[in-house]
């Protein structure tokens, strides 16, 4: 009898076993909902053009003001609400507006569609646009005093014009070498490097290290031999592979420093519309096994193994509720894994995500 019972014991334990699913691979993500907090003035945000985590795990965003229509502020109307908020915002971990900067007008090659934006570790801020005359690159201190620029406003020259830009979308800075690498981007078809120091052109390249080319070239192909517009991210992991979004492709392009091409991440190659591949954000653990996708035609954020390109995981759907995206443009990470998100359209707002497991490190 006691036998028995203890095989029924087992059986039953087997069977609780098979019944409970296996944990997905990697994090797994829920929103905070209330991150941000509010913010001050009566500030509403427009379009997220660009986000970035600096060394102290604060969130630097670069909002477009003028996405924001009469309907969406105090104009011709009593309310109160609203005003639109600064160009350049940072938040804390916690959520609170730490400092901010900028707008239309702020300087005289201020962006026209606010973009690219990073703070390196000796509190540059590096700013770009997507519009069609933004072809420059602007640093300022960390408080918004201007500093420098690389490039002019203009028409671009096309995308084998080493002095100025063309709606470079995202930047990355090789602290090693203290190079910028851009993707440039909205209208050009490459990836560039500048000096950081100097701002001098130092190499470019484009899909697959060629030389970068302007002929139009239709979307959605994974196989192409040239970047579609837009070129729409650089990231540059801590083994120093260089990871840049071929957004309309579905693709996210893997390089070395010196433009040899590596191999492609394929991101849900059957993705029309604008593409799967619009930002990238690691997974800091001690090999950044994950690579997060912002994938904004489909309105997910994609969890893919950085080695292989295999999705392991998504969180997020279409639509404008708390932990849903319309239109994710932005993606980062922080040191302790957490996610960040900005969304462009009429989505117009920054949300947390925050995962289940600590990176191990």
């Known amino acids: 009898m006691k036998l028995r019972s203890t095989l029924m014991l087992t059986v039953l334990a087997f069977a609780v076993a098979a019944a409970v699913p296996a944990r997905a691979e990697g994090p797994e993500y829920k929103v905070d909902p209330f991150w941000p907090k509010q913010l001050p003035n009566n500030w509403i945000l427009g379009q997220i053009g660009g986000m970035t985590v600096d060394a102290q795990d604060h969130i630097w965003v670069f909002q477009r003001p003028r996405s924001l229509k009469d309907v969406d502020l105090a104009v011709k109307k009593s309310a109160k609400c ?63 005093k201007f500093l420098a620029k690389f490039g002019k406003q203009g028409p671009t020259a096309g995308s084998q014009d080493t002095t100025a830009l063309s709606g470079t979308a995202s930047i990355a800075l090789d602290e090693q070498t203290n190079e910028l690498f851009l993707s440039d981007g909205y209208f050009n078809h490459r990836l560039i490097v500048l000096d950081a120091n100097t701002m001098s052109f ?59 091409f590596v191999k492609d991440l394929v991101v849900r190659p059957e993705t029309k519309g604008t ?41 997020g759907h279409y639509g404008k509720q708390t932990g849903q995206f319309h239109n994710i443009h932005q993606i980062v990470s922080d040191s302790k894994g957490n996610i960040y998100t900005g969304e462009v359209d009429v989505g117009m707002r920054i949300q947390k995500f925050t995962p289940n497991m600590a990176p191990a490190k």
């Open 275 to 315: 593409g799967s591949s619009y930002d990238i954000a690691f997974w800091p653990d001690r090999n950044q096994t994950y690579l997060i996708v912002a994938d904004g035609a489909d309105g997910e954020a994609v969890i893919i193994r950085r080695d292989d390109g295999k999705e392991v995981g998504s969180f």
């Open 202 to 260: 130092k190499r470019m390249w484009g899909a697959y290290g060629k030389q970068p080319a302007d002929a139009k070239l239709p979307n959605y192909n994974p196989k192409s031999e040239q970047f579609a517009n837009p070129v729409h991210c650089v990231r540059i992991a801590n083994d120093g592979m260089v990871y840049v979004c071929d957004r309309t492709n579905d693709r996210v392009q893997v390089f070395r420093k010196d433009g040899t």
């Open 82 to 144: 609203c005003q639109a908020a600064p160009s350049v915002i940072e938040f804390d971990a916690a959520g609170n507006v730490v400092s901010s900067w900028g707008a239309p007008g702020y300087h005289p090659d201020w962006p026209d569609v606010e973009h690219g934006i990073m703070v390196d570790k000796s509190n540059n801020v590096w700013l770009t646009g997507s519009g069609n005359k933004d072809g420059t690159l602007l640093k300022y201190t960390r408080d918004g």
